[in-house]
């Protein structure tokens, strides 16, 4: 299916247009599918898709579609937000969990069917960083993965520490197989975080990567300082829970939302040049290619390094609506 890149004028009208394109997809859905059949929405965090979910719940609650046969599941969620105890940790105003209930499911006045957030918040950090700096010199029992400054923690299966082996069966496998459950992804809604990553898949990590648990780039953990939603870096989590981009781009549709120059240059590269796990967003060039139907809703700013490419993207073979 060609790549469509819509380009839209600011803030607001990203949100329009993308929630339009969420709303037809499940009113769509809804109206062909059997009644117990459920839409299954991917859903990410992050400042870009808010006026998106509030467009989204204006349209639940006006009953464009039917919220209650909605299940969605959520790409990410922090691990060592402040805390004790998981429920501590999930109720954190930072939490991915709370943010979702903040944005999205608190203002619909029919709740979804089910949501679901990895369970970041389970984890006990200290506890992970233990079995981390026992086994650090033993690559049979896990292993840094990645090219660059953040980092996939790769679990090596049945080893010898009975927490890691919890975290990777019952919190990361758990997830991939609850999704599967219900049958795979409808829609997923994608964000871009700092240098092109994607939920916290970050750069350098391979792409053919399912669930992942992540140590953190710095560059994502400087960001989280300086959009707000920490005070310093030293109380921003370092680690964290993640679908990786194998399993997001097996949704049926991948819709990227991008607001802001900070992702000007990833976006651009995301097209233009090749598939890299050092952009991890491009790899929708090749989800695109096997037949996944790929929607990029950017705002101005973020894509100002296409605004004089258009015949380069046409000739790539996408289709760019300019709405400018
Ligand atoms: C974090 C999240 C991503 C999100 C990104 C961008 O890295 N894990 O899923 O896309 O932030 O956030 P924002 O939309 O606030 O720019």
């Known amino acids: 299916m060609p790549m469509k890149i819509i380009i839209t004028k600011d803030f607001d009208d990203m949100s329009a247009t993308a929630s339009e394109i969420v709303v037809d997809d499940i009113k769509q859905f809804q109206k062909t599918k059997q009644k117990k059949d459920n839409y299954i929405l991917g859903l990410a965090t992050g400042n870009t898709p808010t006026g998106l979910y509030k467009k989204l719940a ?17 790409l990410d969620e922090y691990i060592g937000l402040p805390g004790d105890t998981s429920s501590e940790r999930v109720l954190h105003p930072e939490s991915y969990a709370f943010f979702m209930v903040q944005e999205l499911f608190g203002l619909l006045n029919k709740k979804f069917k089910k949501s679901y957030v990895p369970a970041g918040t389970e ?3 200290n506890k992970l960083l233990a079995e ?3 086994y650090k010199n033993d690559s049979s029992v896990y292993e840094f993965i990645g090219s660059d400054a953040g980092k996939q923690i790769l679990i090596k299966p049945n080893g010898p520490s009975d927490y890691l082996n919890y975290i990777n069966k019952e919190i990361l496998d758990a997830y991939m197989d609850k999704i ?9 809604i994608v964000g871009v975080g700092g240098r092109g990553h994607l939920a916290f898949h970050e750069c350098g990590i391979p792409l053919d990567r399912e669930a992942l648990l992540v140590k953190l780039d710095d560059n994502t953990v400087g960001n989280a300082v300086v959009d707000g939603h920490f005070k310093e870096e030293i109380f921003a989590p370092k680690y964290a829970i993640s679908m990786g981009a194998k399993a997001i781009y097996r949704a049926k549709t991948v819709l990227l ?3 802001g120059k900070r992702k000007s240059e990833s976006i651009a590269a995301s097209l233009l040049g090749d598939v890299t796990d050092k952009v991890p967003i491009s790899m929708g060039q090749e989800y695109a290619k096997n037949g996944g139907n790929m929607i990029y809703v950017i705002e101005k700013e973020a894509a100002s390094g296409l605004l004089n490419k258009f015949d380069e993207l046409k000739r790539k073979g996408f289709e760019v609506v300019n709405k400018l």
């Open 123 to 125: 984890i006990d950090l």
């Open 132 to 134: 981390l700096d026992k």
């Open 257 to 259: 939302v991008a607001n």
């Open 58 to 74: 204006k349209a639940a609650n006006s009953n464009e579609f039917d919220p209650e046969a909605i299940v969605s599941f959520n």
């Open 180 to 188: 599967k459950k219900f049958g795979g992804i409808d829609l997923h």
